[in-house]
């Protein structure tokens, strides 16, 4: 039994190493350097350009047409009415076609706005409202799209930075990995430093990952950027917690009545003893 335990130990010392060492085991490169410090890649960051606010310039165009028409109502409308037809005043129950006669006629009519109660104010009053809303509207979408494209541009800086400083951490563990390695066939050191490293360096790996990934999204949104909506000043409701129930802790009844039983038991005990 004790050389089977020794053989299994040997053969999982020299097994180990040889497993970690395979090629499936170690990580890839991701193809992030290509695109990863390419300006050309940056997409429009003009803030005129961006949909939110050619929505809100398009908003002020038309209540601007809106007061036009609205200031319109007050101007007289000229119309021309012409009628055509064929009339027959007959002297019997039933006309005869010698009894037809055209009829046609063509007048103009004129209708200014005198009296309208008001109407045409309160319309004029409501377009130039709706107009100063669109223009204030536009001026805040305006801020918020030049505060998202800054805060965009500012991610993408970030996330090629962190991109750049993983290179270096998945270096080390390399190395580290590769030392402790050669410190375990020569024999200095356990099977636990050696995993430890083994992990130490696929946690680099990881974050390495992850900052490609987080640097994809960056690179992406920034191209995409003249056509998101704006993603500042969406704030979800912040959900409050429940109030915490104060509960009560129920005290359990006193078993009082055990008690009072065993009493006469423990007095007639008393008195068997000084009897005897």
Known sequence: MPSRIAALTRHCATALPRALAREENRALPVPVERFACNPALMGDTVTLNRAPVRQAREAIATQEAQVKVARAQRLPTVSLVSNWGRVAYPGGALPAWSDFATNWTVGAQLSIPVFTGGRIRGDQMVAEASLLESRALFEQTRSL????????????????????????????????????????????????????????????????????????????????????????????????????????????????????????????????????
């Open 145 to 276: 799209a030049e505060f998202d494209t800054r805060t965009a541009v500012l991610q993408l800086e970030s996330a090629r930075a962190q991109w750049q400083a993983s290179a270096g951490t998945v270096e080390q563990a390399t190395r580290a990995y590769q030392i402790a390695e050669i410190r375990f066939r020569e024999g200095l050191s356990t099977q636990t430093e050696l995993t430890d490293s083994r992990i130490l360096l696929q946690q680099a790996q990881a974050n390495r990952a992850q900052a490609a990934r987080d640097l994809q999204i960056a690179q992406v949104r920034v191209a995409l950027l003249p056509d998101l909506p704006l993603s500042v000043g969406q704030t979800g409701a912040q959900q409050q917690p429940a109030p915490q129930q104060q509960t009560v802790p129920q005290q359990q009844p006193q078993q009082t009545q055990p008690q009072q039983a065993a009493q006469p038991v423990v007095l007639w005990r008393q008195r068997q003893l000084l009897q005897s």
